[in-house]
């Protein structure tokens, strides 16, 4: 089954920024959606939990060079 997170993005500035974002976290396996909100400082995803977390979506996130929390 899928499960949904919401994630706290700082370091968005710009359009670019945010899908830079989104591709860090669709580089992962199992993402079945990525949505970046850069005005809110926001990325909700959809994913599954079998193949991966919250944490690594998280650390995907920060590794891209974007401070990343886990909201719920
Ligand atoms: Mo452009 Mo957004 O370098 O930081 S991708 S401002």
Redesign the pocket.
Known sequence: SEAKALFSVI??????????VEKSIKRLPGIREALVDVLNNRAQVLFYPSFVNEESIREAIEDGGFEATLIR
């Open positions: 370091g968005m500035t710009c359009s670019a920024c945010a899908a830079s």
